[in-house]
């Protein structure tokens, strides 16, 4: 390792003088499989994966998929040049920053570097703003880089980045790309970069190909930009040797953009600020029918949604840091800091995974549909049973995103172009094509999908308090329960949500699904012959024991097959909806079955296989807190055992839903099996759902008061920026 060759030196001689800089690198709270970055949509997805980080002068950011992605950020100091993150091969007389700390919350990821006598804060801010949609919704993501002298040290310090044609899905070949360079509104220097020859609406490998690579700066109150555009070495060089960017302008392969700002003396800290972002006009095609991000109805183009960026950066950092605190004290009170580490490192990733879209030729804000991409499986488009696993934080923080991620399925379905009379399992095959399947093809999930777009819109109406939007659509969920009613307790041979497993007739998991999805539904229509029957469906499984084995020591993988046995998740959303479809001893029956099919690293999915699901997991902890069983035993086994996935040191992939629980053959206990940075992350919450619908409101609560001092001039700001584009 170079870390100790590098580290330990530096140490000697530094440290009689530099009190702070330590020799290891601490990571707080843990070090996770992989760091978010810039995590907006599912094409602006960039990620360092957690064992590159101590040595992250040399590091390579990937996108999710585990492309690289140059993004390098370089520094000098009196006049010696450091790489500080991204640089894999230094120019020659560049030296290695040194990680200090390594630190994420739910918004941000922060790197402490020292370099010389110089201290670098790298901040890499994701902002999440569910109830703002142009926050939510801006393609761009921030770092910041403040940079000051250490222990009364006034270096004089220039920083440096850049980004290149990897932004826009390129590798290795010569595409025709054509750059753009404006210093804009606000002195926002913005470079872009598009490729030629693309398809609308085409991927490779899940990177869009169709959109352009923006990389934006502006000046700090006392700092020079300057800007180049050229081949990697020369336009690094050149800095290393002046410590700014002059010569010649031109792009061909290996081509980077790169900014440099002079920040003078820096006894106190400066900081820089730039934004990455990867924009598509056209953001996904619905139907037909081109949709746009919701930012496009505030500002018309790249340019102005840099500057927006810039103008709004305080608000959405101040907004993240509320949301920060709020998530992270509310995870530890609910389940303690394990449980916190999981769910904070979970939330970008689940809104980095959606689309806030309305129509591109009307840009009408009151048709809005987020759309989700099923990544790392299939590319379905708004899969239904990939809605469901990620409600949970919905549910918590932004409710009404469970019904805008419904409007595109409900109202395709509501067109009748889908010829079955059960739910379809997702409105396309690959995203951003969400094309539907009016030849009545899709993935075949009828029980999984009926049950979940009930519990879905009963999920809705209870968190968001909206009794009348299941109304527009009565006579489809109708449709879905009476599918139930009459498939739900014997279910066919078909796939559940955990299609990787294969498909199965009578599948004990689906039939306690339809008993409560039969029961959601009945009560939220006031139609009371529903739930009768979904009770029913429950006692058939429980009572009579058809779902569980003769002993009634837990419920089977399929009805009666004794010896089988599954991670019985829909149980937790009788509780969580506190329908009482089940009785308590059910509950209980299963909790306390758990610890005793634990393999060495955590509880199967099923008996069938040597892997588990992280979401699910925690949908089978808050079932152990349901009222009358609160087995906090339980719930911590299962919460210590995804906490042990991540920081066991086995893996880099974005945080994985997906591990195994033993080790058999090549399978390895601790080891990611399929599946990387989905959002289905979203079900880690089922915990802290259980304190209540909405409970993380940031900007319509709590924050309000904290924020109010400095908002006032940041609504100027806006205001002033609104008219100039009126
Ligand atoms: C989406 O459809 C267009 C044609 O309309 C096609 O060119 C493109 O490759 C499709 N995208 C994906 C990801 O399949
Ligand atoms: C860039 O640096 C060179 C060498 O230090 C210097 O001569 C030149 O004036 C600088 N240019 C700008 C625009 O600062
Ligand atoms: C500078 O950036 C750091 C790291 O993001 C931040 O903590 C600090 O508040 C910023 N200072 C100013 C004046 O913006
Ligand atoms: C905007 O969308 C809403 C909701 O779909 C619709 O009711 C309204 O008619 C639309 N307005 C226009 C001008 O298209
Ligand atoms: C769907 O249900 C309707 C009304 O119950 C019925 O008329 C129709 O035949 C059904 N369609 C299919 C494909 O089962
Ligand atoms: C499902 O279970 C029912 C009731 O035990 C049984 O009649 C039926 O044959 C089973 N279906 C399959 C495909 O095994
Ligand atoms: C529910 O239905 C019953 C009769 O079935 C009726 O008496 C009651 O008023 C209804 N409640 C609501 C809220 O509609
Ligand atoms: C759950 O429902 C029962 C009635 O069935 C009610 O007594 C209880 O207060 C409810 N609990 C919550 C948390 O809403
Ligand atoms: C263990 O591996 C074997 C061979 O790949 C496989 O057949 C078996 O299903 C695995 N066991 C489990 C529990 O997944
Ligand atoms: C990090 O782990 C990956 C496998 O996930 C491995 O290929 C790579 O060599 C490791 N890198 C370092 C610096 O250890």
Not at 166 to 194: C, D, K, M, P
Not at 332 to 343: E, H, P
Not at 565 to 575: E, H, R
Request: glycine share 8%; aromatic share 12%; hydrophobic share 40%.
């Amino acid at each position: 390792m170079f870390s100790s060759l590098f580290h330990v030196p530096l140490f000697l001689v530094l440290s009689t003088q530099l009190s702070d800089v330590v020799s290891e690198p601490s990571f707080t709270p843990i070090l996770p499989p992989s760091y978010p970055l810039a995590v907006r949509n599912t094409y602006l997805s960039a990620w360092l994966p957690g064992n590159q980080t101590e040595n992250i002068a040399y590091a390579v950011p990937e996108f999710w998929n585990g492309q690289p992605l140059t993004w390098s950020v370089m520094a000098r100091v009196d006049g010696e040049s450091y790489s500080l993150f991204g640089v894999p091969e230094p120019e020659s007389g560049v030296k290695p920053g040194l990680l200090q700390s390594a630190d994420y919350t739910s918004t941000h990821t922060t790197f402490v570097v020292t370099a010389g006598l110089a201290r670098f804060v790298l901040d890499f801010l994701s902002p999440i703003s569910p109830q703002d949609y142009v926050r939510q919704s801006l393609p761009l993501s921030y770092l910041t880089v403040s940079a000051s002298g250490i222990n009364g040290a006034a270096p004089s310090i220039q920083v440096y980045s850049d980004i290149d044609n990897s932004w826009a899905g390129q590798f290795g070949e010569n595409v025709a790309t054509s750059w753009g360079y404006a210093l804009s509104r606000e002195s926002t220097h913005i470079f872009t970069l598009t490729p030629g020859g693309t398809a609308t609406f085409s991927e490779v490998d899940d990177m869009a190909q169709w959109g352009t690579a923006v990389y934006c700066t502006r000046p700090g109150s006392s700092s020079q930009v300057s800007g180049r555009v050229g081949g990697m070495g020369t336009v690094r060089s050149g800095f290393v040797s002046n410590g700014n960017l002059t010569g010649d302008w031109g792009c061909g392969l290996g081509s980077v953009i790169a900014f440099s700002h002079d920040l003078g003396s820096c006894g106190s800290p400066k900081n820089v600020s730039f934004a990455v972002g990867y924009v598509r006009d056209a953001a996904v095609n619905y139907l037909g029918n081109p949709r746009a991000s919701y930012w496009q109805s505030a500002v018309p183009d790249i340019s102005a949604a840099c500057v927006h960026a810039f103008l709004d950066f305080p608000r959405a950092d101040l907004e993240a840091r509320n949301l920060d605190a709020a998530i992270a004290s509310r995870a530890s009170s609910t389940a303690g800091d394990k449980y916190r580490d999981i769910v904070t490192l979970s939330v970008r990733q689940v809104f980095g995974a959606f689309d806030v879209t309305i129509p591109k030729d009307t840009l009408n804000t009151s048709d809005v549909m987020v759309f989700v991409k099923e990544i790392s499986s299939n590319g379905n488009v708004n899969t239904v049973d990939v809605i469901m696993p990620i409600s949970p934080i919905l549910y918590v923080m932004a409710p009404e995103y469970i019904r805008l991620l419904l409007e595109p399925v409900i109202q395709y379905l509501a067109s009748g172009a889908w010829p079955h009379n059960y739910t379809i399992h997702d409105i396309g095959t690959h995203f951003p094509n969400a094309t539907g399947h009016n030849d009545g093809t899709a993935e075949e999930m009828p029980a999984e999908e009926c049950g979940n777009i009930l519990l879905l819109a009963s999920m809705y109406q209870l968190a968001s308090g909206n009794t009348d939007w299941w109304k527009q659509h009565s006579s489809l969920f109708q449709l879905y329960a009476d599918y139930l009613v009459t498939n739900g307790l014997y279910p066919k041979a078909q796939l559940s949500s955990d299609d990787g497993a294969g498909p199965i007739a009578n599948e004990t998991g689906l039939a306690i699904k339809a008993a409560i999805a039969l029961n959601a539904f009945g009560i939220m229509t006031n139609q009371s012959s529903y739930s009768d029957t979904g009770r029913r469906f429950a006692d058939t499984l429980y009572k009579d024991a058809v779902g569980t084995d003769a002993g009634r020591t837990h419920f089977t993988l399929t009805l009666n097959d004794a010896e089988s046995w599954g991670t019985q998740y829909n149980l937790f959303l009788d509780v969580l909806l506190n329908l009482t479809t089940f009785p308590t001893e059910a509950y209980t029956m299963e909790t306390s079955f758990y610890p005793t099919d634990r393999a060495t690293n955590g509880v199967a999915l099923d008996s069938r296989v040597d892997w588990a699901k992280t979401d699910w997991m925690h949908w089978a902890a808050g079932t152990a807190m349901a009222p009358g069983v609160e087995n906090e035993d339980v719930r911590d086994m299962f919460v210590n055992d995804v906490h042990a996935f991540l920081t066991n040191g086995q893996n880099t992939a974005p945080f994985s839903d997906n591990f195994f629980i033993m080790t058999n053959g090549s399978d390895v206990a601790g080891v990611y099996n399929t599946y990387r940075a989905r959002p289905v992350a979203g079900g880690h919450f089922a915990l802290m759902a259980l304190n209540g619908p909405a409970r993380i409101e940031i900007g319509a609560g709590e924050s309000e008061k904290s924020s109010t001092k400095s908002e006032g001039w940041v609504e100027r700001l806006l205001a002033r920026f609104a008219r100039r584009y009126s």
